[in-house]
C-alpha cells in the first residue's frame, strides 16, 4: 500500500456529502459521503450493484443527483461543468472507441478537447503506447486499452482521474502492470479516485477505502484500518504435538473464531490472542508444528463489513 502523505495539507480536492439517487423508486445511492485529499488514491470499494458507479457518475456531471452535494475542486460537477472538465480525467467502466481509430488519431483527438493539454507523446511513451501509434483500437490487446484509456483521461492535465474497475478482464501480470501505472500517476501528482471490487487492487493501492454496501458507505478507513476492524484481524494455525481440549481453547483472550481440521488448529483473534496461544503452549509443553501467524486479509474484512446483506 501507499503512504499516505497529504491528509490534511489541503482542502479535500474531492467532496461528496450525502449523495441519494434513485431510479424506479429504488435507492441506488442513499447518503453516500467521503472526501479526498489532494494527493491520495481513494479507493471505491464494493460489490456490483453496490452503488460504486452511479456515485462517480455523480462526480463526473454524468448523472443529477437527486440530493446531496458533490464538488471537484470546489466546483459543482454540474453548474460548472465545463470548468471541471478542466480539472478531472476519467476512464468509464465501459470504455469503447470507434474501432478503426488508430492509438495516435484517438490521443490527438482527446487532445484537441482541452485548452492546455499534455503532450501526447511523452505520455504514450510512458505508458509503453509509443511503438503501437499506427494500431487500430480493435487491434489493441485488453492491457493495451487500458493503458490507452488511462493516457486519455490524463491527456488533459487534471488534477484529479476517475478510474473505474480499470483492472477488470485483464489477466494477473497485465493487472500489476496497470497497478504500477497508477502509482506512476499519483507519483506525477494526479489525484486518483479508483473504483474496484478488487481487493488485492484496493489493499495494495489505496491510502483510503470507502467500502459502499447497498448504496450506502458501510466503512471509511485505511485498508489495514479496516482489517484492524474485524474481530479475528490475526489468524494462527499450528498443529499441536499434544491436544488442545475446546476448553483451553475457548478460554484465550480476544478469542473470534476455532476450526479445527485433520489435527491442526486455526484461531482468528487478535495480537492478544497470538500472546495468550504461545504463553499455553509452553506452559503444556507442546510443540506448535507448522506456526503460522498471519494478517486477516482485507477480503475478510470486505466479507464481514457486507454480511449483513447476505
Known amino acids: ?14 467532496e461528496v456529502s450525502e449523495l441519494r439517487k434513485s ?10 459521503s467521503f472526501s479526498v485529499d489532494e494527493g491520495e488514491i481513494f479507493g471505491i470499494l464494493g460489490p456490483n450493484g453496490a452503488g460504486k458507479t452511479t456515485t462517480v457518475e455523480c462526480l463526473e456531471g454524468l448523472r443529477v443527483p437527486d440530493s446531496g452535494r458533490v464538488r471537484v475542486a470546489g466546483l459543482d460537477p ?28 484517438a490521443l490527438e483527438l482527446y487532445a484537441s478537447l482541452y485548452p492546455s493539454p499534455l503532450d501526447w ?20 490487446s485488453g492491457g493495451q486499452k487500458q493503458r490507452l484509456f ?23 501480470r497485465a493487472r ?12 506525477g501528482g494526479v489525484t486518483v479516485l479508483l473504483v474496484t471490487h478488487f481487493m488485492e487492487e484496493a489493499q495494495r493501492l489505496c491510502d483510503r477505502i470507502a467500502v459502499i454496501d447497498g448504496g450506502r458507505v458501510t466503512a471509511l478507513d485505511t485498508p489495514s484500518g479496516l482489517v484492524a476492524r474485524m474481530a479475528r484481524s490475526t489468524v494462527i494455525s499450528f498443529t499441536p504435538s499434544t491436544p488442545l481440549d475446546d476448553e483451553e481453547l475457548s478460554a484465550l483472550p480476544a478469542l473470534a473464531s476455532v ?3 485433520d489435527g491442526r488448529i486455526t484461531l482468528g483473534g487478535t495480537d492478544e490472542t497470538v500472546n495468550a496461544v504461545v504463553s499455553l503452549l509452553a506452559r503444556r509443553r507442546i510443540t506448535a508444528h507448522q506456526l503460522r501467524v498471519t494478517d ?9 463489513l457486507t454480511a449483513a446483506r447476505d
Open 121 to 140: 507523446r511523452p505520455l504514450a511513451e510512458r505508458l509503453g503506447l509509443t511503438g503501437k501509434l499506427t494500431t487500430r483500437f480493435s487491434g489493441l
Open 78 to 105: 454540474r453548474a460548472d461543468h465545463d470548468a471541471v472538465t478542466r480539472v478531472l480525467g476519467a476512464q468509464l467502466q465501459e470504455s469503447e472507441l470507434q474501432p478503426k481509430l488508430t492509438v495516435r488519431e
Open 23 to 32: 431510479y424506479g423508486g429504488r435507492n441506488v445511492v442513499d447518503g453516500v
Open 259 to 261: 476450526e479445527r481440521r
Open 150 to 172: 488511462i493516457a486519455l483521461a490524463l491527456v488533459g492535465a487534471p488534477r484529479v482521474v476517475v478510474l473505474d474497475e480499470l483492472t477488470t478482464g485483464l489477466d494477473p
Open 296 to 304: 486477516a486479509t482485507l477480503d475478510e474484512a470486505f466479507l464481514d
Open 1 to 14: 500500500m501507499t503512504t499516505h502523505g497529504m491528509a490534511g495539507a489541503s482542502e479535500p480536492v474531492v
Open 176 to 187: 500489476r502492470d496497470t497497478w504500477e501505472l497508477i502509482e506512476d500517476v499519483r507519483a
